[in-house]
């Protein structure tokens, strides 16, 4: 196994350099030119009100964007179109994130061009794999049970923001169990690690994940969701919704949300979930809503404290950092763990 990791590892690393030195280092000098302003800025009330605004108008916007693509005909979340979706979101994220840093530790971008290669690895196996398997489950199952289940329960006499929210909490009550089922269970964890073993937050590794983590979901949660007949449209706009959260829970900008760390997954409540410590990390399962975690008693915000910025897996400094690394990696726990105890005992690294 190790050979074949190793082999695979080599052939690519030229990708994992080819993203450091060409599209990595010349967006780094461009944003580099942003700190004398994040300086500047510094205890202003101009400081002050952008960290107020910028989440709610993203959301607003985002809603409203969604809405109108809509009304052009978009119902489908295509390939082409994440992608566009996600290069205008970095477009205008990493230079805020430069702008209003949470922490500098987290501006170190070397772990970059895996996460990308992580992001065409999933959405390639999401949209051919996944995505036609869980189809194929959901309509089967709903066949068999009973295609009227359901058909009466959409509140769709609501305002059509409103039904957003009430998609997206629904979605997320069945991901709140799954995620907290992957923290609890060791043999799950083994998958979830892969998104846990960042060590700093920022706009792009929400998409950090292994790809096997999303095959067991569809069986769990996509099939109670199917009886949820939500409208198309409905359904658009909370995907765009949930990506736009996405971006916002694993942001490196220090933004302030008030209110909205008690509804929605926020920065600030998810740097808490992604802590070395055990009790703080067993925390904040919610993806795109919070009040799942308050309801279940799983929340972790301490009134009067801010999260640290020191964050990945615990006592394992040998977790793998590649892309074939991580891939494996759910594959190689064991061996991963056990040399991960010899080097803690030998007094870490
Ligand atoms: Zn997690
Ligand atoms: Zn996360």
């Known amino acids: 196994m190790k050979r074949i990791e ?7 690393r030229p990708l994992e350099f080819i993203g450091h030195r060409f599209i990595l280092a010349p ?3 461009l944003l580099k030119k942003i700190d004398p302003l994040a300086e500047a800025i510094e205890g202003t009330w101009l400081k002050k009100s952008l960290q107020v605004t910028i989440f709610p108008l ?9 809405f109108k693509l809509v009304e052009g005909g978009y119902t489908i979340r295509t390939f082409g179109g994440t992608i566009v979706m996600f290069l205008i979101m970095g477009f205008i994220f990493a230079p805020l994130e430069r702008l209003l840093p949470f922490s500098k530790k987290w501006q170190n971008d070397e772990d970059m061009p895996v996460d990308v290669l992580l992001f065409f690895g999933n959405k390639v196996w999401g949209d051919y794999i996944n995505k036609p398997l869980q189809l194929a489950t959901i309509s089967l199952v709903v066949q068999k049970i009973s295609p009227e289940i359901g058909r009466d329960l959409w509140p769709g006499f609501l305002h059509p923001a409103l039904q957003v929210f009430v998609l997206l909490s629904v979605n997320d009550f069945f991901r709140y169990w799954y995620h907290r089922w992957m923290h609890e269970n060791e043999f799950m964890w083994r998958w979830h690690a892969v998104h846990h073993s960042s060590e700093r937050l920022y706009w792009f590794n929400g998409t950090r994940s292994h790809p096997l983590e999303g095959l067991v979901s569809n069986f769990l949660w996509a099939i109670p969701l199917a009886f949820v007949k939500a409208p198309v449209e409905i359904v658009f706009v909370t995907g765009l919704l949930g990506r736009t959260i996405g971006r916002f829970q694993h942001t490196n900008m220090d933004v302030i949300l008030g209110p909205f760390d008690y509804i929605f997954s926020s920065p600030k409540n998810h740097r808490y979930h992604h802590s070395k410590k055990i009790e703080e990390g067993n925390s904040n ?18 009134r009067g404290q801010q999260p640290g910025d020191d964050i990945g897996i615990d006592q394992m400094p040998n977790y793998p950092k590649t892309f074939i690394g991580l891939m494996l990696a759910p594959f190689t726990y064991g061996r991963i763990k056990k040399e991960a105890k010899k080097i803690m ?3 870490g690294s």
């Open 27 to 29: 967006f780094r000098a």
């Open 6 to 12: 190793s082999m695979l590892d080599n052939l690519f």
């Open 345 to 347: 005992e030998k007094g």
């Open 58 to 66: 993203f959301m607003i916007l985002t809603v409203w964007v969604g």
């Open 285 to 302: 399962y919610g993806g795109d809503v919070i009040f799942w975690d308050l309801l279940f008693g799983t929340f972790h915000m301490p």
